[in-house]
């Protein structure tokens, strides 16, 4: 069994460590969080930390169950906090502890434990939470692998694979840990992914917000993961639905979008007007967190390319700290506006554009921007795979994957 390094991960905890604030690591199921703990934990013992002044609970683990209530988790922790040296409490998978944020905000006080929690809901860090602690907790969102962090994580014999057979694996299979880590590639990884589903669906979405009509709850799931980079709306997911003799209404659509962007399932990407800089509300954008998990639940086709490409690239914007939107000038449409530190830059991305009209129609809104924030054209073009045009940057989208 293979532990994956998280180098950017495992730096964000160390630069963090000591300090008088609470380290949140929030992210789907499974996509490395209690790994990303074990290793951190491993690195604290090895730079002279005490197992002793090491305190881990996982809300999952049936020994510390009576712990979901908040007043024994902190009668639990003080008994075992150590008053002359720094402690280190882990309380992972914290959501299923009733009122946690009470107990957190309690053992919050005592200036010599440090505290990390994790979480596979981003309801965990909404409401009580976020008011109780408002200022006192940073959050580190936490993704599956990168496609570098799959490659260099790949066993021997697929690491003698072309850079585009590994492409080919990443897109396929997904970027789950484990499926690198037991190599589930072919039925395995099916397997693994239809549970991984399954878990999610049931433990973060149905069982809090109390859904009894699981068949449309699936429906709409997939309605979503087949559409992708496109726009979509709440009244069109209903009519949709309707014409296939299901009945529904918006308030119940809107409910299920919002318990699947939640569990980080999906992630919901807003419209940008760049010339009123001001935020749209409607017909946004929704991308998954895994192509290997849409690939398993729903039938792909070669002509879908496009919007997986476009997918991962979401997702290396996130894990490079950037807020993401869908830009909107007059009636052109950019595929990203990455806004970090203040900054911008704008994304176009298409499979291939060697074909001279695919070219103009995927330059011609970069074209219409008038600021001089970088902009680039990503594609998947291994013939002029780079150039450049009039500033716009071309770039083959898997260099650009992994930061050449």
Same mark, same amino acid.
């Given at each position: 069994?293979?532990?994956?390094?998280?180098?950017?991960?495992?730096?964000?905890?160390?630069?963090?460590?000591?300090?008088?604030?609470?380290?949140?690591?929030?992210?789907?199921?499974?996509?490395?969080?209690?790994?990303?703990?074990?290793?951190?934990?491993?690195?604290?013992?090895?730079?002279?930390?005490?197992?002793?002044?090491?305190?881990?609970?996982?809300?999952?683990?049936?020994?510390?169950?009576?712990?979901?209530?908040?007043?024994?988790?902190?009668?639990?922790?003080?008994?075992?906090?150590?008053?002359?040296?720094?402690?280190?409490?882990?309380?992972?998978?914290?959501?299923?502890?009733? %009122?946690?944020?009470?107990?957190?905000?309690?053992?919050?006080?005592?200036?010599?434990?440090?505290?990390?929690?994790?979480?596979?809901?981003?309801?965990?860090?909404?409401?009580?939470?976020?008011?109780?602690?408002?200022?006192?907790?940073?959050?580190?969102?936490?993704?599956?692998?990168?496609?570098?962090?799959?490659?260099?994580?790949?066993?021997?014999?697929?690491?003698?694979?072309?850079?585009?057979?590994?492409?080919?694996?990443?897109?396929?299979?997904?970027?789950?840990p484990y499926v690198l880590r037991y190599n589930l590639f072919g039925d395995d990884d099916s397997n693994y992914l239809n549970d991984l589903y399954n878990t999610i669906i049931l433990k973060d979405v149905v069982q809090r917000l109390k859904i009894q009509d699981?068949?449309?709850?699936?429906?709409?799931?997939?309605?979503?993961?087949?559409?992708?980079?496109?726009?979509?709306?709440?009244?069109?997911?209903?009519?949709?639905?309707?014409?296939?003799?299901?009945?529904?209404?918006?308030?119940?659509?809107?409910?299920?979008?919002?318990?699947?962007?939640?569990?980080?399932?999906?992630?919901?990407?807003?419209?940008?007007?760049?010339?009123?800089?001001?935020?749209?509300?409607?017909?946004?954008?929704?991308?998954?967190?895994?192509?290997?998990?849409?690939?398993?639940?729903?039938?792909?086709?070669?002509?879908?390319?496009?919007?997986?490409?476009?997918?991962?690239?979401?997702?290396?914007?996130?894990?490079?700290?950037?807020?993401?939107?869908?830009?909107?000038?007059?009636?052109?449409?950019?595929?990203?506006?990455?806004?970090?530190?203040?900054?911008?830059?704008?994304?176009?991305?298409?499979?291939?554009?060697?074909?001279?009209?695919?070219? %103009?129609?995927?330059?011609?809104?970069?074209?219409?921007?008038?600021?001089?924030?970088?902009?680039?054209?990503?594609?998947?073009?291994?013939?002029?795979?780079?150039?450049?045009?009039?500033?716009?940057?071309?770039?083959?989208?898997?260099?650009?994957?992994?930061?050449?």
């Amino acid at each position: 069994m293979k532990i994956i390094n998280r180098p950017e991960y495992l730096n964000w905890l160390i630069r963090w460590r000591d300090q008088q604030i609470i380290k949140v690591v929030s992210g789907v199921r499974r996509c490395g969080k209690s790994t990303l703990f074990e290793i951190y934990r491993d690195y604290l013992l090895h730079s002279g930390v005490q197992q002793n002044q090491i305190i881990t609970i996982n809300f999952e683990d049936l020994r510390f169950e009576q712990l979901a209530d908040y007043h024994l988790l902190n009668e639990y922790v003080n008994k075992r906090l150590l008053p002359d040296k720094m402690n280190y409490l882990f309380l992972d998978e914290v959501q299923h502890c009733h %009122n946690f944020e009470k107990a957190v905000d309690s053992l919050f006080i005592n200036k010599n434990c440090d505290l990390y929690l994790t979480g596979s809901n981003a309801y965990f860090m909404f409401g009580d939470l976020a008011t109780l602690l408002s200022g006192r907790y940073v959050e580190l969102k936490m993704l599956p692998l990168s496609f570098s962090e799959f490659t260099n994580g790949l066993d021997s014999t697929r690491a003698l694979l072309s850079i585009t057979e590994k492409f080919n694996l990443y897109l396929e299979y997904g970027s789950f840990p484990y499926v690198l880590r037991y190599n589930l590639f072919g039925d395995d990884d099916s397997n693994y992914l239809n549970d991984l589903y399954n878990t999610i669906i049931l433990k973060d979405v149905v069982q809090r917000l109390k859904i009894q009509d699981l068949n449309t709850l699936d429906q709409v799931t997939k309605f979503m993961l087949h559409n992708v980079g496109n726009r979509v709306t709440s009244s069109k997911i209903v009519n949709t639905l309707k014409s296939s003799g299901k009945s529904t209404d918006q308030k119940t659509i809107d409910k299920y979008l919002n318990g699947l962007t939640d569990a980080m399932l999906l992630y919901k990407v807003s419209r940008f007007n760049l010339k009123g800089r001001q935020y749209l509300t409607t017909q946004n954008k929704y991308y998954t967190v895994d192509t290997g998990l849409r690939n398993n639940l729903i039938q792909t086709t070669q002509a879908d390319l496009g919007h997986q490409l476009e997918n991962l690239v979401f997702l290396e914007l996130m894990r490079r700290g950037s807020k993401t939107y869908i830009g909107q000038l007059d009636n052109n449409e950019i595929d990203f506006v990455a806004e970090k530190n203040g900054n911008l830059a704008y994304y176009q991305v298409a499979t291939s554009t060697l074909d001279e009209t695919t070219l %103009n129609r995927e330059l011609s809104p970069l074209i219409k921007i008038t600021d001089n924030y970088p902009k680039y054209l990503l594609s998947l073009d291994e013939i002029q795979p780079n150039a450049n045009y009039s500033g716009i940057i071309k770039m083959n989208a898997i260099d650009w994957l992994l930061n050449k």
